[in-house]
Every structure is written in C-alpha cells, then in structure tokens.
C-alpha cells in the first residue's frame, strides 16, 4: 500500500446504519479508502445517498474470486450471498472488512480476515476527530431509532460516555 490510508472493504449494512444514523459523509473525513463489491454498490444506489460521490470505490471481483464466494456460500449459510462477496474482496485486497452484520464478522474470523463493526468505525471516527462525541450520540440514537441492530449493551455505554463527555 504504501500511502498511508486504510484499506476497507464494506458491505451494505455498514452504509445503512451510517446513513440512518446521518454521519455516513463524515465517514470520508478520516485517512481511510473504502471499497465495496459493484453488487454491494448496486443495493446502494439511491441517488440521495451518493456514496460513490463521497468517494466509495467500486470494485469488481474476477471469475475466480466468484468461485470462491461460491464454496463460502456453502461453508457460511449464513451471511448473504452479497455479503460473502465483500468478505472475498477484503480476502483479494488484503484489507480491513468493515460490516454490520455479525454472522458476516464470523464468517471473516473464521477466514482470517480483519472485521469491525458500525461501533468501531463510530469510535474510529471519534477519536480521529470526523465527528464530535455528541454526533456520536445523537449518531447512535438516530440509529437505534431507525430499528438499526446493534448490540445493547455496547451502545449504551458510548452514549453514556458521549453523552457525559467522557473519553
């Protein structure tokens, strides 16, 4: 790599829970490349979102990247087809997968893939300054409001230490 910036595949559900909770711009403002899978950016493509504007890199998987998310599909029921194909292209690019989907987290732990969720792009994005602590909470509250899943216990305690201002 060489630049400096942190390589992340993502899947679709990351960009959901980052749109609900209205930071998924801000997302941008840290020394960090996102890509995802054109199947994932085809169940984005709404034009309000705009996350190819923003700077979401499209890539395609070859044939042979294919046939390895099929023998996933198989191994991880799981996970969605779709997802599967994000964690094949971290696996090709060698880089960080960032999804909201804990069977898909799983399935990348099992496969020797670096994952993180939503909560630790959040922390992520707070501590590099793309957001304050109380877009963080207000983040995490649009977002549980929206029935976005994630897990209780965690988010209560970032909006307890946002809330109060505590590191």
Not at 24 to 41: E, N, R, S, T
Request: proline share 4%; with cysteine.
């Amino acid at each position: 790599m060489g630049d400096g910036w942190l390589r992340c595949v993502t899947d679709a559900n990351l960009w959901i829970d980052l749109l609900h909770g209205e930071i998924a711009a801000k997302a941008f403002h840290l020394p960090w490349k996102y890509m995802a899978p054109d199947m994932v950016i085809a169940e984005l493509l709404l034009p309000s979102w705009g996350l190819l504007g923003m700077g979401l890199i499209e890539k395609s998987l070859p044939g042979s990247a294919m046939l390895k998310a099929e023998e996933l599909v198989k191994k991880y029921p799981r996970p969605g087809r779709i997802d599967l194909i994000s964690l094949v292209l971290a696996m090709q690019e060698n880089a960080l997968l960032l999804t909201g989907d804990e069977a898909l987290r799983k399935a990348a732990r099992q496969e020797g893939v670096v994952v993180h969720g939503t909560l630790w792009l959040l922390d992520a994005m707070v501590e590099g300054g793309a957001i304050s602590k109380a877009e963080g909470y207000r983040s995490l509250e649009l977002m549980i409001n929206t029935g976005r899943r994630l897990p209780k216990k965690e988010v209560s305690a970032r909006i307890n230490s946002w809330r109060s201002g505590e590191i």
